[in-house]
């Protein structure tokens, strides 16, 4: 019996620079990926989260999990800044994170740099 194609979560096991972003994905590690990213210290993830989407909680579940394994989130918002709701804010502060909203090409440049100079970093990039 045929069997459909394994639908699985996108994951790139390691930490690697972001080598270009646009056209509503980004690059990275020879590969390239469609949407919105999460760079944690256990991988680069898929993230399902669109410009203009709720910053959450929930959303923000997978980075919250990981507490402890960095200390710094950037969040890539887009091409538009807006503040990171209070409540999300002061769950990643409750677990030692400090968190800086910027638009998602700012915050590419400088997870590269924070992340060549080998610092506790994550960051979180929504898709433009």
């Known amino acids: 019996m045929a069997r459909g194609p394994e639908i699985r979560d996108a994951h790139?096991?390691?930490?690697?620079?972001?080598?270009?972003y646009g056209n509503g994905g980004f690059r990275f590690a020879d590969m390239s990926h469609r949407g919105s990213l999460?760079?944690?210290?256990?991988?680069?993830?898929?993230?399902?989260?669109?410009?203009?989407?709720?910053l959450s909680i929930e959303a923000f579940s997978r980075v919250l999990e990981e507490a402890g394994t960095f200390e710094f989130l950037l969040i890539g918002m887009g091409k538009d800044i807006r503040p990171i709701p209070a409540p999300l804010k002061a769950a990643l502060r409750a677990r030692g994170i400090s968190s800086d909203p910027m638009g998602t090409g700012a915050a590419v440049r400088t997870y590269n740099i924070m992340l060549g100079?080998?610092?506790?970093?994550?960051?979180?990039?929504?898709?433009?």
Do not use: N, Q, T, Y
């Not at 999460?38 to 709720?54: R, V």
């Open 12 to 20: 790139f096991p390691g930490r690697a620079p972001i080598d270009a």
């Open 38 to 54: 999460l760079c944690l210290p256990s991988g680069i993830h898929g993230w399902d989260m669109a410009e203009g989407d709720p």
């Open 117 to 128: 100079e080998a610092r506790p970093v994550a960051a979180a990039l929504i898709a433009i």
